[in-house]
């Protein structure tokens, strides 16, 4: 069950765009081409995809390879076949998440040109953006800590 936000926080939103395709992103829930993905507290459980996510263009996955807060080479999942020119990770809404620099040294060894880690909120942003300007970008995303 996801944890939620301390009440230093923002409480309902983190990031919102209306112009997408992330619209939205809060607690455990992305909203994603007006379909919500993560955890539903009033269902108790999860919905769509889940509260980690991986995209590729407009595309929604489940990001189930993540596990703990350091990733390894092994959860960047979904990029590749072809790699995309640029991979955003959302390292969690607090930031958690560390990407050890051998990590990224062996995503660009795979032919990724440039990989961008930010806390998840402005990881979302900066897909946005990037996808907008019809750049080949992939996301991978921790919906909480």
């Known amino acids: 069950m996801a944890t939620p936000p301390t009440a230093s926080a923002p409480p309902n ?8 395709p992330i619209e939205r992103m809060a607690w455990a829930m ?24 991986r995209l590729r263009g407009r595309q929604v996955t489940a990001w189930r390879e993540r596990k703990g807060h350091r990733l390894s080479l092994e959860m960047v999942t979904g990029a590749w076949d072809p790699p995309v020119r640029t991979l955003v990770i959302g390292s969690g809404v607090y930031g958690r998440i560390t990407v050890p620099k051998k990590v990224l040294r062996a995503i660009r060894a795979r032919g990724i040109a440039e990989v961008v880690v930010e806390r998840t909120p402005d990881a979302c942003r900066r ?13 991978l995303a921790h919906g909480t800590c």
Do not use: C
């Open 13 to 20: 939103s983190y990031m919102e765009d209306p112009s997408g």
């Open 30 to 53: 992305f909203t994603i081409g007006g379909q919500r993905h993560g955890w539903d507290d009033e269902a108790g459980r999860e919905v769509g995809v889940g509260k980690d996510i």
């Open 127 to 139: 897909y946005n953006v990037l996808l907008r300007e019809g750049r080949d970008v992939a996301l």
